[in-house]
């Protein structure tokens, strides 16, 4: 083993002029490329301050083959708020279940330091006419309880349909976070709809979630016996079968477009290929994404979002498998162009329904297609130096994906690569 180590790296001397920032070596690492040159994809969490919002461009603009795969935040909010309110709409006659005239919801969130569950958060209480302005924004701090309507972060609003005048409120809302640290807690958002429900279970008319894990756990705790309608987010395969028993719907973020653009982008840059090859541009096995229905690419943060789709009653039937390979994208590169390379992975949180139920299935197809060796490394969700602990020999790899425990946190991966 170390005989071979020393080889590499004498090798890896002598082919450096040659080879570094070019990318094509032969298969297995490209020791020969500096680590700092190497591609990274930043992927599910935005490299961006945790309080603020604001983008970390640093981390975005690591090297030139640095990008940042997600999905469109805002227009996926919109669309899950609007999913509420058509749901409230027309059942009106039947969801009022204790005929106090308040239609009454509770809300799981996710992350408070997160843009995800932020966007979400807000997206609800706008459509509902919950939210409470704050210089342009709309609040996103958690209500706690608020069941006599007096809470300062959300508001009563008022609806009327056919012809009745309900009150919508925010009964309750939390971040869904453990003792341990781990936010969008699936266990923790079954124990919460227990306690709400025990006190105020009558007055609660519709469940929403900033996800599915969280939501099928409320779901599964009290709301579908009680046949109270929940809403998540992120169209699990789990959480799409409920629809059939009674949960209300899910947004799909187009979790197959993005595990494909996040191997994607790597692999075109260990191709020396432009960026868009197989995204905009069909590439020589046919693949190709249409650019403002599948996904949008913002050039100034260097990021990819994939477009969201609501999945109710109506369609559920076309999502009922979340980890099958999006078809426009699903044909094998050849390797003779695109010979295997190695990529370091990590999902921050190896128990987080989406990530691992979705995400990494979807990964665990591209890598075939792609010719990609990819090493998955699963966090827990706490501690980033459970994660960057396992990044001890970055010149082993080609390429980086990386989803962080912490949005601020960029700094302790691009530490270890500089
Ligand atoms: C997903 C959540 C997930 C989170 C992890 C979000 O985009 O919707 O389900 O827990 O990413 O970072």
Redesign the pocket.
């Known amino acids: 083993m170390k005989k071979r180590r020393l080889l590499a790296v004498l090798t890896a001397t002598a082919m450096a002029a040659s080879l570094v920032g070019c990318g094509s070596g032969s298969s297995g690492s490209s020791s020969s490329v500096a680590n700092k040159d190497k591609p990274l994809c930043w992927f599910?969490?935005q490299p961006s301050n945790s309080s603020t919002g604001e983008l970390d461009t640093a981390a975005l603009n690591f090297n030139k083959d640095t990008y940042y795969v997600g999905f469109d935040a805002n227009q996926g909010a919109e669309l899950q708020g609007q999913m509420v309110l058509d749901y409230i709409k027309a059942n009106a006659a039947t969801i009022d279940r204790n005929g106090d005239g308040v239609i009454g919801y509770v809300l799981a969130i996710?992350d408070i330091g997160?843009n995800?569950s932020i966007a979400r958060t807000r997206g609800v209480r706008s459509a509902l006419g919950t939210g409470v302005d704050n210089g342009g924004a709309i609040v996103s701090d958690p209500a706690g309880t608020n069941t006599d309507g007096s809470s300062a972060v959300v508001k009563d609003s008022t609806i009327e349909i056919d012809g009745k005048t309900f009150t919508i409120r925010e009964l309750a809302s939390q971040e869904m976070k453990n003792s341990a640290g781990a936010t969008?807690d699936a266990a923790t958002a079954g124990n919460a709809i227990g306690t709400w429900s025990a006190s105020f279970g009558d007055q609660i008319d519709v469940v929403v979630s900033n996800?599915?894990?969280m939501g099928m756990s409320m779901f599964n705790a009290w709301a579908k016996e009680q046949k109270v309608v929940t809403f998540g987010?992120?169209a699990n395969s789990d959480a799409v079968a409920a629809i059939a028993e009674g949960y209300g719907g899910t947004i799909s973020?187009h979790a197959d477009v993005q595990a494909y653009l996040t191997l994607r982008v790597v692999r075109n840059a260990l191709d020396g290929v432009d960026v868009n090859t197989g995204i905009s541009v069909a590439d020589a096995a046919g693949n190709k994404l249409d650019e403002g229905v599948d996904y949008r690419y913002d050039a100034a943060s260097r990021s990819f979002y994939a477009l969201n789709i609501a999945v109710t009653k109506d369609n559920y039937t076309e999502f009922t498998d979340a980890t099958k390979p999006y078809s426009k994208v699903a044909n094998k590169l050849d390797a003779s162009n695109s010979p295997e390379k190695k990529v370091w992975l990590d999902i921050?949180n190896a128990s987080?329904?989406?990530?691992s139920a979705t995400y990494q299935p979807l990964l665990q197809n591209y890598d075939d297609l792609l010719n990609l060796k990819v090493e998955y490394i699963g966090g827990d969700g706490q501690t980033e130096s459970n994660i960057t602990n396992r990044l001890g020999n970055p010149g082993e790899y080609d390429a980086f994906c990386i989803n962080m425990v912490k949005t601020d946190n960029a700094a302790s991966y691009t530490s270890i690569l500089q």
């Open positions: 599910n969490r996710g997160h995800d969008w996800n599915d894990g987010y992120d973020q921050y987080d329904n989406f990530l």
